[in-house]
């Protein structure tokens, strides 16, 4: 079966450093990745697109890549800051026809000062 | 620039009752999609409407309809509510006519059912 993996316990780690988050995925052939921000008590809000065919995407402190041969994508913040604790949601959508994204569960993301 | 609204925040129904949840975008967009969030469970999609028109099932339909009312509102109807939808209910839409678009999600809706 179809399976999107994120890690389920949060991240914690220190003002200045870089998180990376994970989205492990199984039996999917994505074209896209997305991923996106949520905060408590809100919606979930875009932050990068990666197409299959890609390596790499930035965005200044955002970094995300993309392995179709590991299946996998990861997502780094540069030089965190509290400000970046949230939740993270990586989501596929596979390359037939019109496809619907399919999300991960996400991975909160917790920085300190 | 309201983007997308939901309405309304907060409701608690009895079980049973019915209860139509509205969703309104105002950036000309084509698609639109109603998805619950559940503890563990992550954003699982219930309908989705590709165009003006049109609606799909997703993967969690049974016990809810929808209704594409016009480009800009899509509503999702629970006609007799049970504790198992209790969620928090999301309405999203994404412009142009590929499903890569980037989804504008609304704040949500706390429905509980007792």
């Known amino acids: 079966s179809q399976k999107i993996e994120q890690n389920s316990e949060a991240l914690n780690i220190q003002e200045g450093k870089t998180a990376t988050l994970t989205c492990n995925y199984t039996?999917?052939?994505?074209?896209?990745l997305q991923w996106y921000r949520q905060d408590p008590g809100r919606g979930p809000v875009f932050l990068l697109l990666i197409r299959e065919n890609e390596k790499e995407k930035r965005k200044e402190r955002l970094k995300v890549t993309f392995d179709t041969t590991l299946k996998q994508s990861l997502f780094h913040i540069t030089a965190s800051q509290p400000a970046d604790s949230a939740t993270y949601l990586c989501?596929?959508?596979?390359?037939?026809?019109?496809?619907?994204?399919?999300f991960g569960k996400g991975t909160m993301l917790l920085v300190s000062p | 620039n309201a983007g997308v609204t939901q309405t309304p925040k907060f409701q608690v129904l009895k079980t049973g009752q019915s209860m139509t949840l509205q969703c309104a975008q105002d950036m000309n967009h084509n698609s639109m999609y109603w998805y619950r969030q559940d503890p563990g469970m992550g954003l699982r999609l219930i309908y989705y409407s590709a165009s003006e028109g049109t609606t799909d099932k997703g993967e969690v339909p049974n016990g809810y309809n929808v209704s594409r009312l016009n480009k800009r509102e899509f509503s999702l109807r629970l006609e007799s509510a049970a504790p198992s939808q209790t969620s928090v209910y999301f309405c999203a839409s994404s412009g142009g006519d590929r499903p890569s678009q980037p989804q504008h999600f609304g704040d949500g809706t706390r429905l509980s059912i007792l």
């Open positions: 989501a596929l959508i596979s390359g037939s026809g019109y496809s619907t994204l399919t």
């Open positions: 039996n999917y052939s994505p074209a896209y």
